[in-house]
């Protein structure tokens, strides 16, 4: 059986934010996924603004090697499909994303209905 990959990101706060990192907030939920997950904690990003980070995270290259070096440069869609959930879908499984994806300011992604939502096995990436 293979297993349920789960990838969460978050913008705008600070990386010890979590009750896992031994703050005082509260956040069972995500306290039990990390300790019962994979959990990477020495993550720096490549670029200070969301659109080239976000490409480098689904890429795994530097923003000048993807070219999308800021904020309103599209992410190259056959770049972004050699990427890990590109491979992923490959590979058989279904793929997607929630919230805010901004691998692209040009073009309109198709929405499933269900906020900024995006399953790779009903609509096209680009």
Same mark, same amino acid.
């Given at each position: 059986?293979? !297993? &349920?990959?789960?990838?969460?990101?978050?913008?705008?706060? =600070?990386?010890?934010?979590?009750?896992?990192?031994? =703050?005082?907030? /509260?956040?069972? @939920?995500?306290?039990?996924? +990390?300790?019962?997950?994979? =959990?990477?904690?020495?993550?720096?990003? *490549? &670029? %200070?603004?969301?659109? *080239?980070?976000?490409?480098?995270?689904?890429?795994?290259?530097?923003?000048?090697?993807?070219? +999308?070096? #800021? &904020?309103?440069? #599209?992410?190259? !869609?056959?770049?972004?499909?050699?990427?890990?959930?590109?491979?992923?879908?490959?590979?058989?499984?279904?793929?997607?994303?929630?919230? /805010?994806? @901004?691998?692209?300011? /040009? @073009? %309109?992604?198709?929405? $499933?209905?269900?906020? =900024?939502?995006? +399953?790779?096995? $009903?609509?096209?990436?680009?």
């Amino acid at each position: 059986m293979r !297993p &349920n990959i789960l990838l969460i990101t978050s913008d705008q706060q =600070r990386g010890d934010c979590f009750g896992f990192e031994g =703050r005082r907030v /509260k956040t069972p @939920h995500l306290d039990l996924m +990390a300790q019962q997950g994979t =959990r990477f904690s020495a993550c720096i990003t *490549p &670029n %200070n603004v969301c659109q *080239p980070a976000r490409a480098s995270i689904l890429t795994g290259l530097l923003p000048l090697t993807h070219g +999308a070096w #800021d &904020n309103g440069i #599209d992410l190259d !869609p056959k770049v972004g499909a050699a990427g890990f959930a590109g491979q992923f879908s490959k590979a058989g499984y279904a793929t997607g994303l929630i919230g /805010k994806a @901004h691998f692209s300011t /040009k @073009h %309109n992604i198709p929405m $499933t209905g269900m906020g =900024r939502t995006w +399953a790779s096995s $009903t609509s096209s990436w680009w």
